[in-house]
């Protein structure tokens, strides 16, 4: 496999593109929030709370506000009682979908051969 100018040796790992990727979506959850947002386009606080079933209020709270920080999901809010938020990605976070289909397609290779 010939090596991808992104992976060779840079004077600094902090420099690198790969460091910048991990920066954005390393934490337990912001992989699979960003994923579930991408399978449902556009959802709520409380679906994506039921989707992902074991993330706390507080963690899913914290992480989408990281997540929006970084330009990766949009929050939109309704003015409106009881409170509507609503959340999707962002131009930015739509670009990192090839790389969730990547990370797919190699689980699922892999996973065959590990069954």
């Not at 989408?64 to 309704?78: A, N, T």
């Not at 959340?87 to 990192?96: H, I, Q």
Request: hydrophobic fraction near 30%; include cysteine.
């Amino acid at each position: 496999m010939k090596e991808k100018n992104c992976l060779k040796n840079i004077e600094s790992f902090e420099k690198t593109g790969f460091n910048y990727t991990l920066s954005l979506v390393s934490g337990k959850y912001k992989l699979t929030i960003l994923y579930a947002i991408y399978r449902h386009k556009i959802i709520r606080f409380n679906e994506l709370q039921r989707y992902l079933k074991l993330v706390s209020h507080k963690t899913l709270s914290n992480t989408l506000k990281e997540l929006e920080k970084d330009d990766l999901v949009i929050r939109k809010e309704y003015p409106q009682i009881p409170p509507k938020v609503e959340y999707s990605l962002t131009e930015k976070g739509e670009t990192f979908i090839p790389i969730l289909y990547k990370m797919c397609e190699w689980g699922e290779l892999h996973q065959q051969n590990h069954s």
